[in-house]
């Protein structure tokens, strides 16, 4: 059954999801609420992506858009999910920032972060932004 809190739509991003999963080297998935930053949906071993800090030390400052820790659901979700929730959701409206400010008529569309152990893809949607995060593959 498809997550209420999904809405409109949730059957096509319920079948991305299940595609994703089944990728090679995907460890997480991650779906955030694009007005409040809340976490819709996760899978995978979310948890081990990141090591609890203190949310509130651990953040930068917020820009636009700011992540307010009410804003995580938090019935089911770890403090490490929630940190990268919030690390996520400032990222995103850094970048959006950047975006608006080189081009008021241009719009964000796709964040690749590429580490040594894995890659965050973010795809920011009207509605959503989904982070699917995987291993790095050895070069």
């Given at each position: 059954m498809a997550d209420?809190?999904?809405g409109a739509g949730s059957d096509a991003l319920e079948e991305t999801l299940g595609r994703?999963?089944?990728k090679p080297g995907v460890?997480?998935?991650i779906v955030l609420d694009r007005a409040s930053g809340a976490i819709l949906k996760t899978s995978g071993q979310v948890g081990s992506i990141r090591k609890p800090?203190?949310?509130g030390s651990s953040l930068p400052a917020p820009t636009t858009g700011?992540?307010?820790?009410?804003?995580?659901?938090?019935?089911?979700q770890d403090q490490s999910t929630e940190e990268l929730a919030a690390l996520?959701?400032?990222?995103?409206g850094t970048a959006s920032s950047l975006v608006q400010e080189l081009d008021t008529e241009d719009e964000l569309k796709l964040l690749r972060l590429r580490t040594k152990k894995q890659e965050l893809v973010i795809v920011p949607d009207s509605k959503y932004l989904l982070i699917?995060?995987?291993d790095t593959p050895l070069a």
């Open positions: 209420p809190g999904l994703l999963s089944k460890k997480a998935t800090k203190s949310l700011s992540f307010s820790e009410s804003a995580v659901s938090t019935s089911g996520v959701w400032n990222f995103v699917v995060v995987h």
